[in-house]
């Protein structure tokens, strides 16, 4: 079993940036494939980013390249999303999951364990 707590949510006018923080327990983090997802309000949820358990591996939706990064610590057993130049349109609740098997992918079926998300709000 996997707890995932998420934080760094909060409000920034767009232009703006965001830092979001995901903890996670368990002393096998550093196999887990990790993903962030989003979904804003009356729309479905959608991949943002994701990276290998190594963290050598990254890869994001076209909407975001450039502008987010993620980075992980496996010292500490957390993940983390830069989320910079951000736009009104991507206020969401943010939500990080884990893949024990670590299959790198950006499919939300493959994500086992998920946290209980963080609100990013963007003001125009």
């Known amino acids: 079993q996997v707890h995932l707590v998420e934080s760094g949510g909060g409000l920034v006018q767009a232009g703006g940036s965001l830092r979001l923080s995901c903890a996670a327990s368990?002393?096998?983090?550093?196999?887990?494939?990790m993903g962030w997802f989003r979904q804003a309000p009356g729309k479905e949820r959608e991949f943002v980013a994701g990276?290998?358990?190594?963290?050598?591996?990254?890869y994001y939706a076209d909407s975001v390249t450039g502008r987010f990064t993620t980075s992980r610590d496996n010292a500490k057993n957390t993940v983390y999303l830069q989320m910079n130049s951000l736009k009104p349109e991507e206020t969401a609740v943010y939500y990080c999951?884990?893949?024990?098997?670590?299959?790198?992918?950006?499919?939300?079926?493959?994500?086992?364990?998920w946290g209980q998300g963080t609100q990013g709000t963007v003001s125009s």
């Open positions: 368990g002393r096998t983090f550093r196999s887990y494939a």
């Open positions: 990276i290998s358990g190594s963290g050598d591996i990254a």
């Open positions: 999951a884990a893949d024990p098997k670590a299959r790198d992918s950006r499919k939300e079926d493959r994500y086992d364990y």
